[in-house]
């Protein structure tokens, strides 16, 4: 079956790639730098390969992103590669999988075969989309490794190290579609997904969707109606976004989905969402309000996330917590049924949770990703509450980010710096300062003093 192909309005998007060295010995240090590893991904007779020429000799060759799986945190590599080069293995060394030589130095080209895996990863991009006529996205970002001088890792080694790899991929002689154009092949695909199926594009289109043909009807109506909307408004609201021709990809996972309901994710050129609930074949106002919000917040990366990201983990609450309160904003314009105080409520209750246990900068370390979502969705509540007086809001406050920081990143202080800027007072910024990085002995407290305001003021009047 043909996949269905929808063509919307504007978008962009970014997914942030790591690259990462080794070599104690500055020499080495330095010659490394010069060196690339070269990586082929390639689909042969219906058989799915890749081929590594690595830049150095090394006994092990470890993989900069290697995510455990959300079920079962269990390391989907050993689940999906098959190696076909004599003397190496595939092992897991502390939190990294890698590539080990039986002898001295792993060779240095090796091959392996490979059954591309559509499953949901902890904070990091399933290696795989893959919808219900048999067309998949591959994420080249997987296929990236670092050297190590050993099987003993540095005990300070939390992430990996920098060390670049050239990769391309392609599939038979069929084209693929990368940063939404059609190739034959794919190159230096880095940190982005490579669609591959039977696909036709229309000219001077912005942005492409993708949808399984597996999905609910009224699923495919909502992505097709609501989703140029979304665009639209943000773009008028925060500019244009940086990508030349984003795609948005959404595959069915199935009424009987295990994972149920809608998991999403935004990488390089691509908003991918999977969805997969018995609850979902059918429209209920419910479902309905469900699958906008989520349409809402993963649209919102085009800008937060991709046009303008953070610069540290620990300030991932810019981007999130920014993206519900944008996807917020739109729902509780749109939709005058939306529970916004609920939202507000519940944020409120969850970031006070969260902050008792340490500080924001912390929740990541302690495994408290949501801690992001809730307190960064309030940050950005008190950032639009000071635009309010002279009709600006928070998308207002994302533009003048993008402008100001050119190189695409932001940290947690040039934040605050900007919210300063923007007309938050000096006491919220204190507050908001003692929240990320302070003690918070009583954070309820705090985030009460913090939007104090907003109890008297609906919700509703978002910008």
Known sequence: MRIRVVLCLTGALLAVGLAFLTNSNKTAENTAEAKQNAVQIFRSGGQWKARFDFAQDAPVWAFERSALTQRDERSWRSES???????VTLERIGIFDTFVAEGRSVPREVVISFRPLNKDLIADYSPAIIMSDGSLAIFGGHFTAFPLESRELPEDLEEPRDFSSLISLTADDAPVLFKGELVSRAEDIGSHY???????????????????????????????????????????????HKSIRPMVMVSWAGAE????????????????????SRRLLNE?????????????HEAAHFWLGDTIGYKSRDDMWITEGGADFLAM?????????????????????DCAASLQLGTLAGALKRNDQQAAYTCGFLFA????????????????????LIVTNTNGQVSAHEWLVAARAFGVDSSQITLLEAMIRGHNTDPLSMIESLLSDVHSTPLVKLN
Do not use: C
Request: glycine fraction near 10%.
């Open 257 to 276: 989905a295990i994972e149920q309901g809608v998991s999403g994710s935004v990488s390089s050129g691509l908003i991918a969402m999977r969805i997969g």
């Open 381 to 400: 509540l008190v950032v639009d509450r000071a635009g309010q007086s002279r009709g600006e809001g928070f998308g207002d406050f994302v533009h003048r």
């Open 81 to 87: 590669w098959t190696i076909e080069t004599p003397g």
């Open 284 to 296: 209920t106002p419910s479902e309905r309000r469900f699958m906008q919000w989520f349409i809402a």
């Open 194 to 240: 490579v669609y591959i199926g039977d696909i036709k594009l229309a000219a001077n289109t912005s942005v492409v969707t993708i949808l399984d043909p597996g999905l609910p009807n009224w699923i495919s109506t909502q992505l097709i109606d609501f989703t140029p909307m979304v665009f639209s408004s943000y773009n008028q609201k925060m500019g244009q």
């Open 329 to 349: 904003s739109m729902m509780a314009k749109q939709d005058p049924e939306f529970d916004s105080r609920g939202f507000f409520a519940n944020a409120r209750t």
